[in-house]
């Protein structure tokens, strides 16, 4: 369907964006940048649907009568831009308004991705009613056509309910038994960092180590297939276990797999695993392959909106996680040790003396101080740990099945490397130190995350207080407290 001809609206942009959205619009569109009263006349007039530019700025200050009115015309596609930092854009795309989502500033790149979302979406509804009219033309196909349908619609709405890759996956493999008997539906995702080609591997957590090295190798190599560079590096994500899952791990002889793309070029694959897999007739190929192309736009806009979130979630400066994040995991990982009475420990880091490198040499030296000590953190913790900047500077460190004892042992590998390291700020050198307080859980304690806290902040007064450089042991602190 050729959607190049449609009007395209801007919701009262300021003009600048103005500016950048109609120097990169293929032409002929052409931007029809009106105030609010105005656009809605004009949505509530126009012949046929179009494109509907909104600012995060802009959204923010409708009332909730203005939303309704401007979102009222199903024709008209809702484009938002994050033309400033706001945690209401998280909000935005999960309440599914919005098709997609652009940052600023605008490029070629950016529109022409949001513009191929558009057509996507909307040959997602010429399909349909392609699929509608054959229906009403073959009359003896009408039960078997009308199955496909409900398939379908089942599939795209639980799709658009969700914004995490991992739940969408979930739910394909039970939509999908209604097609055919899917045994498990396993994912792979890649896109280029810094020059290299890097995977995202989605496999059940029924697997075991042996079987789960086979399907990594078979799933980097998916994209390699589908003509992408070699996968450089990768993670692996867990599906979420359904309540019909079937506890046999999958087969890697009984898979389809289903190139998922938005243009010309794959960027996922969806590996389904099914006894029938080598025996499907055309038609369900067919409704398959119609499935996975309408699954492509829910699965770019979730992997999207996680890396928005993760910029929200990350510290500024330091690049690691913030405080509010950190007190999210924390409540997760206490979850996760009261459950399964595994041992948890939590470190608190204060660089010494701070104030006086922000005093002698400038707050960019601090900031540099800040950045170099978070890259520290990255490069000396295990890949289960979690970090992240406390305030000021302060960092924190979630330390997962992990004892005080062992937990020291790290604190003193990292309060070494960070007093050993060499700063450098306008061509002057000086080192910093840092003092380390511990706290631990023993399994089944049903210390509440403020507990916890606490008690490495008494930990680390007591570093402070007894000369710094130094890491001290809640253990130790109650050791004392006893004589």
């Given at each position: 369907m050729d959607t190049s001809n449609r009007p395209c609206l801007g919701l009262a942009l300021s003009p600048e964006l103005a500016s950048q959205l109609d120097e990169h619009l293929p032409?002929?569109?052409?931007?029809?940048?009106?105030?609010?009263?105005?656009?809605?006349?004009?949505?509530?007039?126009?012949?046929?649907g179009g494109l509907v530019f909104v600012a995060i700025s802009v959204w923010k200050t409708l009332t909730p009568d203005d939303r309704q009115r401007l979102t009222a015309h199903q024709s008209w596609q809702f484009l938002l831009i994050a033309d400033q930092q706001d945690s209401?854009?998280?909000?935005?795309?999960?309440?599914?308004?919005?098709?997609?989502?652009?940052?600023?500033?605008?490029?070629?790149?950016?529109?022409?991705?949001?513009?191929?979302?558009?057509?996507?979406?909307?040959?997602?509804?010429?399909?349909?009613?392609?699929?509608?009219?054959?229906?009403?033309?073959?009359?003896?196909?009408?039960?078997?056509?009308?199955?496909?349908?409900?398939?379908?619609?089942?599939?795209?709405?639980?799709?658009?309910?969700?914004l995490d890759p991992a739940v969408i996956l979930s739910n394909c493999a039970e939509d999908l038994g209604l097609l055919l008997d899917v045994q498990s539906?396993?994912?792979?995702?890649?896109?280029d960092t810094e020059g290299q080609t890097e995977a995202e591997l989605f496999l059940p957590e029924n697997l075991t180590q042996e079987r789960q090295s086979e399907w990594i190798n078979h799933l980097l190599n998916v994209p390699t297939r589908l003509g992408k560079n070699e996968i450089r590096g990768y993670q692996v994500s867990s599906l979420l276990r359904s309540e019909n899952a079937q506890d046999n791990p999958p087969e890697l002889e009984q898979i389809i797999t289903l190139p998922l793309s938005l243009g010309s070029e794959p960027f996922g694959a969806l590996i389904i695993c099914s006894h029938e897999a080598a025996t499907l007739g055309q038609d369900r190929l067919r409704v398959l392959g119609s499935a996975a192309n309408h699954l492509a736009l829910a699965m770019r806009n979730s992997l999207e909106f996680r890396k928005t979130k993760a910029r929200a979630d990350h510290d500024g400066l330091t690049r690691i996680s913030n405080r509010q994040h950190f007190?999210?995991?924390?409540?997760?990982e206490m979850k996760r040790h009261q459950r399964h009475q595994d041992e948890l420990s939590l470190m608190m880091i204060d660089l010494d003396y701070f104030k006086s490198i922000n005093d002698t040499y400038g707050h960019q030296a601090g900031d540099m101080v800040l950045r170099e000590v978070g890259k520290v953190l990255q490069k000396t913790l295990r890949e289960s740990d979690f970090p992240a900047r406390y305030g000021g500077e302060e960092f924190v460190v979630i330390l997962p099945q992990t004892r005080e004892d062992q937990a020291w042992i790290l604190a003193e590998r990292l309060r070494a490397l960070i007093g050993k390291t060499l700063f450098r700020f306008q061509?002057?050198?000086?080192?910093v130190t840092a003092s380390i307080g511990i706290a631990g859980l023993k399994p089944g304690a049903l210390t509440p995350p403020e507990g916890l806290i606490f008690n490495a902040d008494k930990a680390l007064y007591l570093a402070k207080t007894s000369g710094r450089n130094m890491v001290c042991c809640s253990a130790i602190e109650e050791n004392l407290a006893a004589h």
């Open positions: 032409r002929p569109r052409i931007l029809n940048n009106r105030s609010i009263s105005a656009a809605q006349e004009f949505l509530e007039t126009a012949s046929q209401q854009v998280l909000e935005c795309m999960a309440s599914g308004t919005f098709l997609t989502l652009m940052t600023c500033p605008l490029d070629e790149a950016k529109i022409a991705h949001a513009l191929g979302q558009a057509e996507e979406v909307s040959s997602m509804y010429q399909d349909i009613f392609l699929m509608a009219r054959e229906i009403s033309l073959e009359r003896e196909l009408l039960a078997r056509k009308n199955d496909q349908l409900a398939f379908l619609n089942q599939l795209l709405t639980k799709a658009s309910q969700t539906v396993l994912g792979v995702f890649w896109a007190d999210m995991r924390l409540r997760e061509k002057k050198r000086f080192r």
